[in-house]
């Protein structure tokens, strides 16, 4: 027997589930590597209102006498700083975005004074946002979910999180076409101006080389 709906929130059909089962999966970590003195960054656009949370971890290559040195900054568009970390090595951030905005994640490579050259570091970055980022091991335990019921609350949160995307899409779409609509209609009437313009001025050019010529007594 199939389980009910959960309360408040909309019963998924076998082929939307299916299409969610294939969109979930689990989030990589992204590794790169810091050379010394070196400033790298990762911009990604989150929409507003969303979770975002991270883990970090900066180790130095083997064989390394000093330790991982790098600073950890996460700025929005307008610079504001949502999270700073000086001599970071290993930890984790969160945060809640106000707006739909493009952010940036910056890592500084320091250098020790009194050092040669530093070796690469390697960074790992898991930064999730949205579903992603929801903790449904401890909603379970508060509101006492079985597994199943976890997993279709969280189908169901990833569900509404496409349908906000494709909102937000259709939304975009809708000025996109406003603009250019309204562009379209400023071009018409500056051709129709520009038009009005050289056919004033042809006129007038005729009426003066007229006068001009029957003063000069060329024409009658």
Known sequence: MPLPPLPGRPRLGRAPLLLLLLLVGPARPISFQLPGKARKC????????????????????????????????ITDSAGHILYAKEDASKGKFAFTTEDYDMFEACFESKLPVGTGRMPDQLVTLDMKHGVEAKNY???????????????????????????NDFAYMKKREEEMRDTNESTNTRVLYFSIFSMCCLIGLATWQVFYLRRFFKAKKLIE
């Open 137 to 163: 091991e401890e909603i379970a335990k508060v509101e006492k979910l079985k597994p199943l019921e976890v997993e279709l609350r969280r189908l169901e949160d990833l569900s509404e999180s496409i349908v």
């Open 42 to 73: 990762l911009r990604e656009e989150i929409h507003r209102d969303t979770l975002v949370t991270g883990e970090y971890e900066i180790t130095a290559p083997p064989g390394s006498s000093s330790g991982p040195s790098a600073n950890l900054k």
